[in-house]
Structures are given as structure tokens and as C-alpha cells.
């Protein structure tokens, strides 16, 4: 038997308004909770979100894109590692940040 959780993911204003969705977004998630299981199941959920947070080639992160849960910067973790027991258990979101450049 496969084990859904359902995951809280924070977007950036600009893809919650390109997806039409407001505030946070509740996402069940089979199997093991990874940022590509997340992303994958964010991306099913609301298909126009395809292309904007990941390449949709090469599945890599856009640049100036960034992930972070549980104040932790997961951008550079292989999509694959499980992410926090906080976030699995729906007490901590996974938020997908829009990167600022320039000084």
C-alpha cells in the first residue's frame, strides 16, 4: 500500500496568479516525499506551472529559482533526497522561492 501525504507548497505570487490558485497549496503526494515527487505532483495539479520551475527537458531548476523547507536552502540537494520529516508530516511548508540577482 502506497502512503499519501499531502504537502503544503509555498509559490511566488506570479506562478500562484499564472496557476490561479491563492495562498498556499495543499498537495497529496504518493509514495516517498522528494522535491522531484512534490514538483511532479505540483506540475500534474496545475499543468500551466510545467516549464516555469524546472526545465521541462532535463527536469533541472530554473535558475534564479530556489527551494528551501524548514529554513534550510534545498536547492542544490539531488531531487531525490527525502525531504524534511516536518514537511512530510504537514507541520512545515516547502516553499519555492524566486531568487533576486544584482547588488
Given at each position: ?30 509514495g516517498p516525499v522528494t522535491q522531484r ?31 528551501f523547507a524548514c529554513e534550510e536552502d ?30
Amino acid at each position: 500500500m502506497i502512503e499519501v501525504h499531502v504537502i503544503r507548497v509555498r509559490v511566488p505570487h506570479h506562478l500562484r496568479t499564472l496557476a490561479g490558485v491563492e495562498g498556499e497549496i495543499a498537495l497529496p503526494v504518493d509514495g516517498p516525499v522528494t522535491q522531484r515527487s512534490v514538483l511532479d505532483a505540483l506540475e500534474a495539479a496545475h499543468p500551466v506551472l510545467k516549464g516555469t520551475i524546472r526545465d521541462r527537458h532535463t527536469q533541472h531548476r530554473r535558475p534564479f529559482i530556489r527551494f528551501f523547507a524548514c529554513e534550510e536552502d534545498l536547492s542544490n540537494d539531488p531531487p531525490d533526497t527525502p525531504l524534511p520529516p516536518e514537511v512530510i508530516a504537514g507541520r512545515e511548508p516547502y516553499f519555492v522561492v524566486g531568487a533576486m540577482a544584482g547588488g
